[in-house]
């Protein structure tokens, strides 16, 4: 079965990083794109970044210039790496692949910036 598995998250100081790793199984993780999502308490799960296989990335406007996607087929991983964090980074982040029609999350990994 499919399953993500994210980690690296905590707790930073603002102007801070932190690089989230998410590991896939039970799909050919170089063929699909894959997702970073996030959710802040209160708001709807948004999309923060998303690499295509041939490692086309994009980014939602509030991350662009400060996040870094991108993905090691080898490992079955797609990285996430946080520069210049802010207070309202503070969310918990979830990675995403669909496969087959459906959407497959990862538990999600909490990501704290403190001002």
Do not use: H
């Amino acid at each position: 079965q499919v399953q993500l598995v994210e980690s690296g998250g905590g707790l930073v100081q603002a102007g801070g990083s932190l690089r989230l790793s998410c590991a896939a199984s039970g799909i050919i993780f170089s063929i699909f794109p894959m997702g970073w999502y996030r959710q802040a308490p209160g708001k709807q799960r948004e999309l923060v970044a998303a690499i295509t296989s041939g490692g086309t990335t994009n980014y939602a406007d509030s991350v662009k210039g400060r996040f870094t996607i991108s993905r090691d087929n080898a490992k079955n991983t797609v990285y996430l790496q946080m520069n210049s964090l802010k207070p309202e980074d503070t969310a918990v982040y979830y990675c995403k692949v669909r496969y087959k029609n459906f959407d497959y999350w990862g538990q999600g990994t909490q990501v704290t910036v403190s001002s």
